[in-house]
């Protein structure tokens, strides 16, 4: 069900690989319960642990789950095991991501003929995760040893600016695509990919070094105000350019390169694609598809992950940093509300502070590519007052 000793060998040493499968285990069984192939309803967990169960009814069977909780927007995190328990107690490991999928898909003739492709996609995901996580160790060796320091800072006194974005990119696992600045003297450019990627030093997101300069461990008021400037910093540009230009910008973690200062405040974003920005007609009613796409790549693709990552690390279970969000989003729209027909500004404004969300179904797109209703999936709106992490 797995990889085979071929795949292994021919991509990765074995714990890179390892550490390829848990990455995509997680990125699977998120998407799974986003595209309501799972059901996070019905997710069970046992007094006094962050373990969980979901029945399958049609198995019978259940779904464990090591360490799994629900986060704003419905996001399913699980950080542990994940294994198929039969009606008769057999339990069958499911820390392979393609094998997972053939035990949840086991029988449904609906998707087995795009099934095999769908799992060779997902056996192509993890080798490219294993040959990031490999790559790293080569971006560590070009950079000058700085005692004590982390990734970022090793950086600054190794490289000029265009060479630190490239190999930023290198460490997210992205092939470093072209960008049009040489004089950024004093600037540092980090794309938002690499902001949450795992930094060298303690496994802890990257972001975490920008604000941890000088070993000082930032308090919850520091890293709210951190966060809300850097989720200005992107939506001014995005929620201005839709409104008044009717223009998307695809301001998603890996096309946007933020500009910080030396001491890690955010300043201003660079797109580094021409084609990032796309032109859509002003439908009279309200373009969906148009406003879709600004919270899938900006909010979905973006400021989500990063509020997850911060609040990990610094204010756990807290639903500060989509307050934060919530608040900035609210400030760019008053910023251009004379320059915008009311009626559209307000529906607008209304549908993405407090109506639900969506994103594509990817993976329900793989499986059933001829189904229209599969196209795309409802999310909760973390920025809606009062929403916040599932109780169990």
């Known amino acids: 069900m797995g990889a085979t000793d071929q795949d292994l060998s021919a991509c990765a040493p074995e714990a890179a690989w390892r ?13 799974l319960f986003d595209e309501d192939l799972l059901d996070r309803s019905k997710l069970v967990v046992t007094p006094g642990t962050c373990n969980g169960w979901l029945p399958l009814w049609q198995r ?8 799994v909780e629900v986060a704003p927007a419905g996001t399913v995190m699980c950080r542990g095991e994940v294994a198929l328990v039969l009606g008769n107690g057999d339990r069958i490991a499911g820390n392979d991501p393609v094998g997972l999928l053939e035990l949840l898909l086991e029988g449904d003739a609906s998707c087995a003929v795009r099934l095999p492709q769908v799992k060779a996609d997902l056996l192509a995901a ?16 070009q950079v000058q040893a700085v005692a004590g320091a982390g990734l970022i800072e090793r950086l600054r006194h190794s490289c000029s600016p265009r060479e630190m974005a490239l190999l930023l990119d290198h460490w997210a696992g992205m092939s470093g695509q072209g960008i049009g600045f040489d004089r950024a003297e004093g600037l540092l450019p980090i794309c938002g990919a690499s902001l949450v990627a795992e930094g060298p030093v303690d496994g802890r997101p990257l972001v975490c070094e920008l604000l941890e300069q000088g070993g000082r461990r930032p308090d919850g008021a520091v890293v709210a105000a951190w966060f809300g ?27 946007c ?27 009279p009613g309200g373009g969906m598809a148009a406003r879709a796409g600004l919270i899938d790549t900006c909010f979905m693709r973006h400021l989500h992950p990063l509020a997850l990552a911060l609040t990990q690390q610094y204010l756990p279970r807290s639903t500060v940093l989509w307050q934060i969000l919530r608040e900035e989003t609210s400030r760019c729209f008053d910023a251009v509300r004379a320059g915008v027909e009311l009626g559209h500004w307000q529906r607008e404004r209304d549908a993405i502070l407090d109506m639900p969300w969506s994103t594509p179904a990817m993976l329900r797109m793989q499986l059933w590519p001829n189904d229209g209703r599969q196209r795309r999936c409802a999310l909760p709106n973390p920025l809606v007052l009062g929403a916040g992490w599932h109780q169990f």
């Open 60 to 67: 019978p069977a259940l779904l464990f789950f090591e360490q």
């Open 19 to 31: 550490a390829a499968q848990d990455v995509t285990l997680r990125r699977l069984v998120r998407a």
């Open 257 to 283: 390169l933020m500009l910080f200062d030396t001491g890690g405040r955010p300043l201003f974003v660079l797109m580094r694609e021409v084609d990032a920005a796309e032109r859509v007609p002003q439908v």
């Open 229 to 255: 400037a850097y989720a200005s910093a992107l939506l001014q540009p995005a929620i201005g350019l839709y409104l008044r230009h009717g223009v998307v910008l695809s301001a998603d973690a890996q096309r």
């Open 126 to 141: 993890m080798r490219a995760e294993a040959a990031a996580i490999v790559a790293r160790t080569e971006v560590l060796a």
